[in-house]
């Protein structure tokens, strides 16, 4: 039994939801639409401000996709009510971030500056030189972006530079020298 699924979705004042015949969910919010296409055997019931899902029957592959639907219409939800935000740190000497409008440019040790755009929907912030803040609605695209931004120096275990999630920890091993 899938207790994910069975848990039923709270939509708070000022989100619209709904459902059309193809299966398809949308949601409006403040912070702006999200859709999703839901798979053929789920049914989504929408009673007032209660979203719940059935399944047809206890098959693995209903179970996983009655658990796995929900999950993803109550971020959708949450999403468009309240955005997601992912925190990365820069460490490293010289290691520095700025933003201009939705392109983040980082100095990361290359001998060019890396430069990215932000996606459809997705907003970044550096509060400082070494802070970036990313945020939007959809929780998918905004861990996917982090995930990107982080990959363009990954932080490394001897002396911790790189860019890392703020709530990360890295292990930190000791170089030849601790070895004696």
């Known amino acids: 039994m899938s207790r994910i699924g069975l848990k039923p979705i709270v939509i708070p004042a000022g989100v619209d939801f709904s459902v059309d015949d193809n299966n398809t969910v949308t949601v409006k919010g403040p912070n702006g639409t ?6 053929k055997d789920i049914k989504v019931n929408v009673d007032g401000s ?18 796995l639907y929900r999950a993803l219409l109550a971020n959708m939800v949450t999403g468009v009510h309240e955005t997601f935000k992912k925190t990365l740190e ?3 000497v010289g290691y520095r971030v700025q ?14 500056q890396v430069i990215m755009k932000a996606p459809e929907g997705i907003k970044i912030e550096c509060p400082n030189a070494n802070t970036i803040v990313i945020s939007g609605a959809s929780k998918q695209a905004v861990g996917q972006f982090a995930a990107q931004v982080r990959e363009k120096r990954p932080p490394e275990p001897y002396k911790g530079k790189g860019i890392k999630y703020s709530d990360e920890h890295i292990r930190r091993k000791e170089g030849k020298a601790g070895k004696k």
């Open 90 to 92: 820069v460490k490293g």
């Open 50 to 67: 209660v979203v719940t899902l059935e399944r047809p029957s206890d098959d693995k592959e209903h179970r996983a996709l009655h658990g």
């Open 34 to 39: 999200l859709t999703q296409d839901v798979h």
């Open 99 to 112: 933003v201009s409008g939705d392109t983040l440019t980082m100095n990361l040790g290359y001998s060019h």
